[in-house]
């Protein structure tokens, strides 16, 4: 079964530093990935999509995809509190992980 | 970026009766559409994918004769879920591909409570 596994966290970073996620998938075959935002309550945003290995940058986000090592992660710069939500990480748009709250305290 | 919009945002049922939710891409033509259920504090899961002019497919485990998926144009899907049971209070997101490799676009969700 297709599985993307990502810590549940909190993660609690303080304003300004660098908030890392982390997300694994289990398909090799997997091609395409998307990082996700939600706040309580609302549907996902789409912050970032990567499908090749090495990093995409966009603004204060950086994609990073290691398809070897079947990792996928997510750098924030200068974290804001209004980055507090949880980060959904997905597999070719349909397999998403549980998603990691990110707490970022001033 | 696409736009899909979906209704109702709440609903409040009797147990027992249907519930019938719209997910329309208000911008672009989505041969694919996809309907989420997420329980508090858990991830997406995928339901089913409606293909338009199509019968959709079901996850395991999704009864299909309990939430029916119609989606009969290119802009709308339909989620119905009949004879609606407490356990079925859930937050039901849909969303929709505009072509192959790209993004999904979500719908702002429907927030399900039967009574």
């Known amino acids: 079964q297709k599985e993307v596994e990502q810590n549940s966290g909190p993660l609690s970073v303080p304003e300004g530093a660098i908030a890392s996620l982390n997300c694994t998938y289990s398909?090799?075959?997997?091609?395409?990935f998307f990082w996700y935002r939600q706040y309580s309550g609302k549907s996902p945003e789409l912050i970032m999509f990567i499908y090749s290995n090495g990093d995409k940058e966009d603004g204060r986000f950086t994609a990073q995809l290691n398809k070897a090592s079947q990792y996928v992660s997510l750098l924030i710069r200068d974290s804001q509190p209004s980055d507090s939500a949880t980060y959904l990480c997905a597999a070719d748009k349909l397999i998403f992980g549980t998603g990691t709250r990110l707490q970022v305290f001033p | 970026g696409a736009v899909v919009s979906q209704h109702p945002s709440r609903v409040i049922c009797k147990s027992g009766t249907s519930v019938k939710i719209e997910c329309r891409s208000l911008d672009f033509q989505a041969t694919t559409m996809f309907w989420y259920r997420q329980f508090p504090k858990q991830s997406l899961m995928l339901m089913a994918t409606?293909?338009?002019?199509?019968?959709?497919?079901?996850e395991q485990g999704v009864e299909k004769d309990k939430f029916l998926i119609n989606h009969a144009s290119l802009t709308l899907s339909t989620l119905t879920v009949t004879s609606a049971h407490p356990e079925d209070s859930s937050f039901y997101i849909c969303s929709a591909v505009p072509t192959m490799n790209t993004e999904a676009f979500f719908g702002q969700g429907t927030r399900l409570t039967v009574v």
């Open positions: 398909d090799r075959g997997s091609q395409s």
């Open positions: 409606s293909n338009e002019g199509s019968k959709a497919t079901y």
